[in-house]
């Protein structure tokens, strides 16, 4: 299922993502996370597909300018759900295309839980310190920050977990 939004003079859409889709994510994971080279992105992508976990990708069009995948932990009675990436380049970071992407992302996994006949309770993600558009974003969207990670993923990086209470 996908989703438009018209934004002024930009038009949006988000999707869910497949393998197919691996060439058109490798340029944004590049630009928005540390991978080496585009087999190495294209391979995480991929891995982190086959684990059964949900990508969305919003797109203008053209370009794909997000992606948000996350994936259940625990039982589907704990309601608790990690978004495992949060993909918006900082240099590229269209508020309304981030809205649309997150608010999308959100039915689909409210979604999942109903089918399971259980409920959403806590979405959790950990971001990097130095994205500052997507961490005033999160917390615009009343995402609380719970903790700060020192070298949890990466030496000399410190990351954020965010947390939103359903």
Known sequence: MSYHLTYFFMSFFTR?????????????????????????????????????????GVHDGTNMLGLMGWEDRGLPKHGVVEVIRFAIPERKFVRSAAELLFDTSLASIDYYFRQQQQRLRKVFMVISNNRGHAKEFLEDRGLI??????????????????????
């Open 16 to 56: 869910r993502l497949a393998p197919h889709d691996a060439q058109l994510v490798i340029p944004l994971l590049r630009q928005s996370n540390r991978f080496f080279s585009d087999q190495e992105a294209a391979q995480a992508f991929l891995h982190e597909l086959s684990k059964g976990r949900e990508f969305r």
């Open 145 to 166: 920050r719970e903790a700060m990670l020192k070298n949890h993923y990466h030496d000399n990086r410190n990351e954020s977990v965010y947390s939103l209470f359903c």
